[in-house]
């Protein structure tokens, strides 16, 4: 038997293995949210906290099994808002899955949200006539393209020129040591059915030393927790590669964007990491695209890059950290949880793929955040907060939302938006 070409190899993958694996069933029992593509993000990161008030025209490019879909019709059709889906895959078994999870949710007869699905290649948008989207969502699909320079361009074509894109791509350093059993089992369970492929991977897998890089590596799971469709997406992928912060940047840059900002990007500062003012010192010279790439070198453990990036020309910016015009909203957590995670000296620490990170936060958190809900701004917080504490100065006030809004921002927990 002849051997089938990457592109061949890829869709014939994605058919027999649609991923992420995932059960229509399951839909009456949680909802799957993640980031890029959270509503939350998107307004605070492509619109710059204001959601536009006419109907929203969204692309769900490379749709998969539909995560991205089912999360963000879902967020949508529980805020009222109006919006077209279109979602496209080349995959038809990726798609019935994802028709599927949207049936089981009642969300084919929304009265507010419109979803159409067409099976095809985003690298034929252009050609296509869509009118512009305001908002493309583009989740771990380019680096499996042939040209993920020309794939980028391609979604490029079809965004508005005041829309933005959440763009998701391997990270090289957190994904140490899976290009390596990659490469192992191109020699050693490269023949037969994908079936007979990852059985043979799973012996190799059970065999590998302590030693090797991938057993090293806590941030990787797929290969475990993702069942066979997560170890082939993995470890057996005909075409794959991963992405350092100047490689990202020149990417997005060759395609005439921008930035708009990372998902977590504490992650990417490098004060997240060091605390020493000598070593922060050497630092504060370099731009901010130079102190994410030392930051990813730093923490070792990204394994993703996820971020919302819009047209070099478009000057949105997400409301600054604290505005006091501004509306704080919790992101899938509940604020007692932070509260309860709190030492005595008001420092946070979260676990992130391997890595505690220590927040520090302001001792007025404890009265801050409770009071926090998703349709006070922050002058009304600041303001209870006054009532209680009239010793308080308006610059304390304000230097505490600041670094709240900071610090539970840098890690996903925190968006603003503005009201209408």
Excluded at 237 to 242: F, L, M
């Amino acid at each position: 038997m002849s051997k089938l070409s990457p592109d061949a190899a890829v869709a014939a993958q994605y058919e027999a293995l649609p991923y992420p694996h995932r059960d229509p069933r399951d839909e009456g029992k949680r909802l799957i949210v993640g980031s890029p593509s959270h509503l939350q993000e998107i307004e605070q990161s492509v619109f710059g906290g204001r959601w536009p008030a006419r109907p929203v025209r969204v692309l769900i490019a490379g749709g998969g099994s539909g995560d991205a879909l089912t999360m963000l019709a879902q967020q949508l059709a529980e805020a009222g808002r109006q919006a077209e889906l279109l979602y496209l895959d080349p995959s038809h078994a990726a798609r019935a899955v994802a028709e599927a999870r949207i049936a089981a949710r009642g969300l084919e007869a929304s009265e507010t949200v419109a979803i159409r699905f067409a099976t095809g290649s985003l690298l034929d948008l252009p050609s296509q006539g869509h009118d512009p989207f305001d908002y493309i969502d583009s989740c771990g699909v380019l680096h499996h393209l042939d040209d993920p320079d020309a794939g980028l361009r391609a979604l490029v074509s079809v965004l508005a020129p005041h829309g933005g894109i959440g763009l998701m791509l391997y990270g090289a350093y957190g994904r140490r040591g899976v290009y390596d059993v990659q490469a192992i089992l191109r020699t050693l369970a490269a023949e037969g059915s994908p079936k007979e492929r990852i059985s043979q991977a799973k012996r190799v897998l059970a065999q590998l030393p302590s030693t090797n890089w991938l057993r090293r590596n806590g941030v990787i799971r797929d290969h475990l927790d993702g069942g066979e469709a997560g170890l082939f997406d993995l470890l057996l992928h005909a075409r794959d590669r991963a992405y350092t912060v100047p490689d990202w940047f020149a990417l997005i840059h060759g395609a005439g964007l921008r930035l708009a900002e990372w998902v977590e990007p504490a992650r990417y500062r490098l004060n997240t990491y060091f605390t020493d003012p000598a070593v922060l010192k050497r630092a504060e010279s370099l731009s901010s695209e130079a102190q994410a790439a030392l930051a990813e070198q730093v923490a070792g453990n990204l394994a993703r890059h996820a971020g919302y990036v819009v047209r070099a020309e478009n000057p949105i910016a997400p409301p600054p950290p604290g505005d006091r015009a501004a509306i704080p909203a919790f992101k899938d957590i509940d604020p007692q949880r932070l509260l309860a995670a709190m030492d005595r000296g008001g420092r946070l620490t979260v676990g992130n793929e391997g890595l505690d990170l220590t927040l520090p936060l302001p001792t007025l958190a404890i009265a801050m955040l409770p009071r926090i809900d998703g349709h006070k701004t922050w002058q009304a917080v600041l303001d209870e907060v006054k009532s209680l504490r009239q010793d308080l100065s308006d610059d304390t006030l304000t230097h505490a939302a600041e670094h709240i809004a900071r610090q539970l921002g840098g890690i996903g927990r925190l968006t603003q938006r503005y009201g209408a």
